[in-house]
C-alpha cells in the first residue's frame, strides 16, 4: 500500500470513529463502563455509604434540633428540622462530590489515569463515568436520610413526583459538583493540596447558600454571592419539591442551572482532565 | 478491509521520524526516529530521564511532541489519536489494575473501556485468563495480589481488544525473579501465538538481550545505538548488553528521575513487593 492510500484509509477510520452516531454510542458506553466499574467498587465497599451518612444525621438531629423551633430560620416551615432536610442532604452529596476529585489524583499516582486516557474511551464518558460514582453515593444517602426522616417523623411532603424530582435535582447537583472536583484534581499534584483546596472551596459553597438558613436573613452581599452559588438553587428545588416551600424563583429555573452547570462543569472537566498526568 | 487485515500488510507497525518533546526549556526527546516491524519484539533501553517513557507516551496518544511525526498502525498519533487507541494495548509503569475491584471485575471493566463488542467478551476474557494464567485469583480484589500476578493481569486487560502494537512500560520492575520469567514466558506464547507487535522499556539488560529482537539505548532524550543484540555487542566491541550500555551512557551515575517519580518508584515497589 502506498503512503498515499495509507494516509487516506487511516484518516477515514478517524473519521468514522469521529461520526455523530459513533461519538454517542461511544460516550455512552464509556459512561456505563465507568459508571458500571463505581457501583462495584461500592458494592465491594457498601459500608461506606452508612459511614458516610453518619454527618448529615447529626447536622439534622443534633444542629436541627437545637434549632428545631426558630421559626425565623425554619423559612415557613413550623419544624426547622424539616427546612433543614434538603439542605442536609445536598450538603452531603456536596462533601461526596467535592472530594472525589481526590481519587483522579489517586488514579494518577497508581497510573490508572495514564491507562484510562489511552484507551479509546471518550474523555467526557470518562468524566460523567466518574461522577456517576459520586450521584451513585449521593443517592444512597438520599435514601437513608429519607428513611430516617420517614422513621423519624419529620413533616415533609411525601409525594412520589417531588421525592423523586428532588433526588433528580440532587443528582444533577452531585455530578456537576463531582465535575468541579476532577477539574480542581487536575490542576494540583499532590493529595495534600487538593484536601486544602476542597476545604477552601466546599465551605463558602455550603454556607454562602440556602442549605442552613434562609437568604432572607442574609445581608446583601452574601444574598448576592448565594445567587451565585448553584447550590442554593439546588437545595431551593428540593426544597420546593419536598416542602412546598418557595422563597422566588421558580422550579424550572432551579433545574436549568443544574443542567447548565453540569454541562459546563462536565466540558471543561473533559478538557482538563488529561491534564492531570502531564 | 479490516483495521487488522490493513496492519498485516504494514512491515512498519511503529515509524517514529524526527521525534521532539519538550517541558519547559527541558527536551526530554530531542530528534529520534526508528521503526518497529510487524510482529516485532523491539526494547527501548536507557537511564532514568532518558525519554523512554516520554517516548512511549507520544506513541499511545498521551502527550502531544514538539516536532517530528509518530506513527502507530498507520494512524498519525496527533491527528488520529483514537484510530491510535483503538489498535494499541498499554500497560505503564505504575500499577493500573484497579484494586477496589476484582481480577475478572478488572478484565470485564477494560473489555468495556476499549470496546470488545458484548458477544465477545465473554470468550476474550477466557482467553486473556488462560494466556496468562490467572484463573486461580479471578475473585480476589486487585489489592490482595502480588506483584506477579498484578503485571499479568494488567498485560491480560491490555490483550483483550487484540492490539495491533503491545507498549510495555518497564513491565518486569519490582518483580521478583521468578514472577519475571512467567510474565516473559506469557509474552513469548503472545507473540508466538499471536505475533502481536511489542514495544517494551526496561531496565533489565539479561532480560532485554534475551526477549528483543532490535534494541534501541536511549541517553537524554537521543537514541544513543539501535541494533539487534548482536549487532550492538559486535559493533562496541563487547561481551554483554550492560558493556553497551555503560558505553553509550557514560557510565556516569544516573541523574534522571523526578522526586515524584523516585517516590511513586518506590511506592510500586513496595506494592509489588
Known sequence: ?278 | MTALARVEELERVVEVEALVVRFGEVEAVAGISFEVGAGEVFGLLGPNGAGKTTTIRVLTTLLRPAEGSAFVAGHDVVRDGLAVRQSIGYVPQAISIDGALTAHENLEFYGRATGVPRRDRRERIEEAVEAMQLASFLDRLGRTLSGGMLRRLEIATALLKQPVVLFLDEPTVGLDPTARRLVWERLELLREEAGTTVLVTTHQMEEAERQCDRIAVMDRGRIATLGTPLELRSRHGVAALEDVFTEVTGGRLEEGGSFRDVRASRRRSRRLG
Open chain 1, 1 to 278: 500500500m502506498s503512503a498515499q492510500a495509507a494516509d487516506v484509509h487511516a484518516g477515514s477510520v478517524e473519521a468514522a470513529l469521529r461520526s455523530l452516531p459513533v461519538r454517542a454510542a461511544r460516550l455512552r458506553d464509556g459512561t456505563l463502563a465507568m459508571g458500571w466499574a463505581e457501583l462495584r467498587k461500592l458494592r465491594h465497599d457498601h459500608l461506606d455509604i452508612f459511614t458516610r451518612s453518619v454527618q448529615p444525621l447529626l447536622w439534622l438531629f443534633i444542629f436541627g434540633t437545637a434549632l428545631r423551633h426558630n421559626q425565623a430560620l425554619a423559612g415557613g416551615s413550623s419544624d426547622y428540622r424539616a427546612y433543614l432536610a434538603p439542605g442536609v442532604m445536598a450538603q452531603a452529596a456536596l462533601f461526596v462530590a467535592i472530594f472525589f476529585g481526590l481519587g483522579v489524583i489517586w488514579e494518577r499516582d497508581v497510573g490508572q489515569l495514564q491507562r484510562l486516557l489511552a484507551t479509546p474511551l471518550p474523555r467526557l464518558g470518562i468524566v460523567l463515568g466518574k461522577a456517576t460514582g459520586a450521584t451513585i453515593r449521593a443517592l444512597a444517602q438520599a435514601v437513608v436520610l429519607l428513611a430516617v426522616i420517614a422513621v423519624t417523623g419529620i413533616s415533609i411532603r411525601w409525594s412520589v413526583q417531588g421525592v423523586v424530582g428532588a433526588v433528580v435535582l440532587l443528582l444533577l447537583g452531585t455530578a456537576a459538583f463531582a465535575c468541579l472536583s476532577m477539574i480542581l484534581a487536575s490542576l494540583v499534584r499532590t493529595r495534600e493540596r487538593f484536601m486544602g483546596i476542597g476545604q477552601l472551596v466546599v465551605m463558602p459553597i455550603f454556607f454562602a447558600s440556602s442549605a442552613l438558613y434562609p437568604l432572607a436573613l442574609m445581608p446583601a452581599w452574601l444574598r448576592a454571592v448565594a445567587h451565585a452559588n448553584p447550590l442554593t438553587y439546588e437545595v431551593h428545588g428540593m426544597r420546593q419539591l419536598l416542602l412546598g416551600i418557595s422563597t422566588g424563583g421558580t422550579l424550572w429555573v432551579d433545574f436549568a442551572v443544574a443542567i447548565v452547570f453540569l454541562v459546563a462543569m462536565a466540558v471543561i472537566a473533559a478538557k482538563t482532565y488529561p491534564r492531570a498526568i502531564l
